[in-house]
């Protein structure tokens, strides 16, 4: 039986698209294969090589090349235990993790796991007002999510360099085409490895699609150098770096 055709954001914007796919990902088993057709009206540099990187940070694998016609682009894609990006046009911050734990691959939700400090943190620096609810606070507070590597592991030090490195480069152009306010990276070792080895918390020198870069520690439970206050105190100084940027 050949693999079932989805047909997403016909007539409207391409920026609509991630959170279109972030819905088919969700209502979709894993490893359940695919084809993507996706209609969107004309964007800005709309082509195979954004339908290549929407698919990826859906949490698809692409099975094959992408197919381009002259009103769709076409993806054989295969869904992964993976977490969807959480992206839309117009983000005050958009925040960058490393890659999804299980229990946020399973759940939907970035940093769900039993003893990470993601949430309450950001509750308490006044980023999000609900707990545990990405989209809630994309369309509320303006907090995208997304992470550099969609594989998801136990521990994030099994993801390799050279992914960092691959998922950076997807993550620049995200942030150039959807252009948020502020990027966050939480985590300093993803950043050392794919920008700077000598970062420290804090602003950046690099920008991402012309967009400041804060980077703090991880907010997981295995950082015991990082109290939940200090982490409060960077995702408050990244909202406050996004209110002036």
Same mark, same amino acid.
């Given at each position: 039986?050949? @693999? ?35 209609? @969107? ?205």
């Amino acid at each position: 039986m050949p @693999p079932l055709v989805h047909v997403l954001g016909t007539g409207r914007p391409d920026m609509d698209l991630p959170l279109l796919l972030a819905g088919l990902h969700a209502d979709l088993e894993i490893g359940t294969r695919a084809t993507l057709r996706l209609e @969107p009206a004309s964007g800005d540099g709309w082509g195979p090589g954004r339908a290549a990187d929407l698919a990826i940070g859906a949490g698809f694998v692409a099975l094959g090349e992408v197919r381009a016609g002259d009103d769709a682009v076409e993806v054989d894609v295969e869904r992964h235990r993976s977490l969807p990006d959480t992206v839309a046009p117009g983000m005050r911050l958009l925040v960058v993790g490393l890659n999804p734990s299980p229990a946020s691959a399973d759940s939907g939700v970035g940093y769900h796991r039993s003893g990470n400090r993601f949430w309450p943190a950001a509750l308490a620096a006044g980023l999000v007002g609900v707990d545990r609810d990405p989209r809630h606070a994309l369309t509320h507070h303006g907090l995208g999510m997304t992470d550099l590597v969609r594989r998801t592991t136990a521990r994030a030090d099994e993801v390799a360099p050279d992914e960092l490195r691959e998922g950076f480069e997807r993550v620049e152009r995200l942030c150039a085409w959807l252009r948020p306010r502020t990027i966050c990276f939480v985590g300093l070792g993803g950043w050392r490895v794919v920008a700077d080895r000598k970062a420290v918390a804090g602003v950046q020198d690099r920008t991402l699609g012309g967009a400041p870069v804060y980077v703090m520690p991880s907010t997981s439970g295995l950082n015991a150098h990082s109290r939940l206050d200090d982490l409060t105190a960077h995702f408050r100084a990244a909202g406050e770096l996004a209110d002036g940027a």
